[in-house]
């Protein structure tokens, strides 16, 4: 079989409820954090001058910003179903609801000029995940249903969706490698796109009054250094396929796109939180014994804190 019948046309796995569960838990936890650091900026938009409004997104088909109640209204939202999506409460209804209030808010936010790419990706694997089983364990539904009740085996409802999230984060990494390559060719490879880029971004926050990387100077400096650094970061980017593969495979890739981010995030002061804190790379990994060791952790906790 080829590579790609191998990745894509394969049966999806079957996986315990758990591990669903456990990646509700962790994305919806990170989406609420996300936007509650991120308050005074989702606030701000319902005081901005329409003219400057450039609907993208889901607001291609509203085609007019939210103003003052409207905007607060739609980010209370979000919040609220969000927390209910991270505790699984009443999830058949909560889940798609914040999947879709979400998408308003981010492409409301993107509507004024700044496209940030990692919200795109924690925005899809909402949506991925929102339609499916993902509180049959570990969530407020179960607690209200029985709390006695088994949970369910694992079975291929459960490992679908995780392998579609997987499949969304592969799916970003190669488009972000493609369009290096479309639009840099192979001067981003061989020349000098990305000392290019670092000294644009280097020189775009110190005139907009921030403070750029220590090490943009010497990195732009040296242009040596910055080519195998291209060459490797595009070579990441292609290769994400390869973490659908196996374990193994998994591991390196993710590493590897790890240590990128973190690069940078040193070279330009850009951070990508979702991957930086291994949110997107997630649903690759069996989360469910992370979450046995959180639950065994805070039961212990209370039964010493029990004073019968």
Do not use: C
Request: aromatic share 12%; net charge positive.
């Amino acid at each position: 079989m080829s590579l790609p019948g191998t990745l894509f046309l394969r049966p999806p796995p079957t996986a315990p409820p758990e591990r669903l569960a456990a990646f509700r838990i962790i994305l919806g936890a990170f989406v609420v954090s996300y936007l509650v650091v991120r308050m005074p900026v989702f606030l701000e938009l319902g005081t901005r001058e329409p003219s400057r409004f450039d609907p993208a997104g889901a607001f291609q088909w509203i085609d007019r910003p939210f103003r003052g109640t409207a905007n607060t209204a739609l980010l209370v939202m979000t919040l609220a179903t969000g927390v209910a999506f991270t505790l699984g409460w009443r999830f058949r209804v909560t889940g798609p609801v914040f999947a879709v209030v979400l998408l308003l808010l981010t492409s409301h936010r993107s509507s004024w000029g700044q496209l940030l790419h990692f919200e795109n990706l924690m925005v899809l694997h909402v949506i991925t995940i929102a339609g499916f089983r993902a509180a049959d364990a570990w969530s407020l539904d179960v607690r209200r249903r029985n709390n006695r009740v088994v949970a369910p085996a694992p079975d291929v409802r459960y490992g679908f969706p995780l392998q579609l999230a997987s499949v969304v984060v592969v799916v970003t990494y190669v488009i972000a490698g493609v369009a290096k390559l479309r639009y840099g060719g192979l001067e981003w490879l061989t020349g000098d796109s990305l000392r290019n880029h670092i000294a644009y971004s280097a020189t775009r926050v110190e005139l907009l009054g921030g403070r750029s990387s220590p090490l943009a100077a010497s990195l732009v400096s040296n242009a040596r250094i910055l080519r195998p650094i291209a060459a490797v970061t595009v070579l990441i980017e292609l290769a994400a396929p390869l973490a659908l593969i196996g374990r193994r495979f998994r591991n390196v890739w993710v590493a590897s796109a790890w240590f990128m981010h973190l690069g940078v995030l040193a070279f330009m002061f850009i951070g990508f939180p979702s991957p930086l804190l291994l949110v997107a790379f997630a649903p690759m990994f069996d989360l469910e014994h992370v979450g046995e060791r959180v639950e065994a952790y805070v039961r212990g906790t209370f039964v010493r804190l029990d004073p019968s």
